[in-house]
């Protein structure tokens, strides 16, 4: 008998485990989703005058950054003065900084590549996009919410897991530019939605403090050992 323990971090990754493991180890298999330090990204909101909206992934093929060039024409022709701050570097990186100069769109990007303050970036952003055509979870939702920020991203499977439709932010589940950007209209310019999906999105993030999930997992190898 196999006493070995297997660990997914959401019901995708769940399901996705029990269709490819044997009928006898299915029993073995324990959701346990990620966690973060909620303390970092609990962060002193910085007001500018432009809309600041934050995007942190690698620029990998699932992570999608591409989306946000037809989204930031759409915001453009909605007459919205904006930037986009796209954290992360990968072998993508590139083919997007020409496809922003080919659109002309440089002064609505901003991208610095990795950061070890990704938490400045939440301070000064209003609102967290995601565009990841997959997310075995999703941490950086987590740690947006954390800093109170609300999250509109496409539906990405694992990311199901942790955004409650119009509380904690918006899911879409198709890649319509269109309805991306007429959700972060409608945050914007409902001020009463905005302030009461900041404040669930942060008490949210709270339920995934890594304290917590120490402690699940220490009581996990516990019972395990016995």
Do not use: W
Not at 126 to 155: N, Q, R, S, T, W
């Amino acid at each position: 008998t196999c006493h070995n323990q297997f660990i997914t971090i959401s019901n995708d990754t769940k399901v996705f485990l029990e269709q490819n493991i044997g009928n006898t180890l299915k029993k073995n298999i324990i959701l346990m989703h990620n966690a973060i330090n909620c303390n970092r990204f609990q962060v002193d909101r910085v007001e500018t005058e432009k809309l600041y909206l934050v995007n942190v992934g690698s620029f990998v093929p699932k992570k999608n950054q591409k989306f946000f060039i037809p989204l930031a024409k759409d915001l453009i022709k909605k007459g919205l003065d904006f930037k986009i701050a796209l954290l992360g570097d990968g072998p993508l990186r590139n083919d997007f900084i020409a496809e922003m100069k080919i659109n002309k769109l440089e002064k609505y990007f901003e991208l610095p590549g990795n950061v070890n303050n990704v938490e400045d970036y939440y301070a000064k952003s209003k609102i967290y996009i995601h565009a990841a055509l997959y997310e075995p979870f999703g941490l950086v939702l987590l740690e947006a919410m954390a800093a109170g920020l609300p999250v509109i991203c496409l539906d990405g499977k694992g990311n199901r897991d942790i955004i409650e439709d119009s509380k904690n932010g918006f899911i879409l589940y198709n890649q319509n530019v269109a309805n991306f950007a007429d959700k972060i209209i409608q945050l914007i310019e409902n001020k009463e939605l905005y302030q009461a999906m900041s404040m669930y999105a942060q008490e949210y993030a709270k339920k995934y403090d890594i304290k917590d999930y120490v402690d699940k997992l220490l009581d996990m190898y516990k019972k395990s050992m016995k």
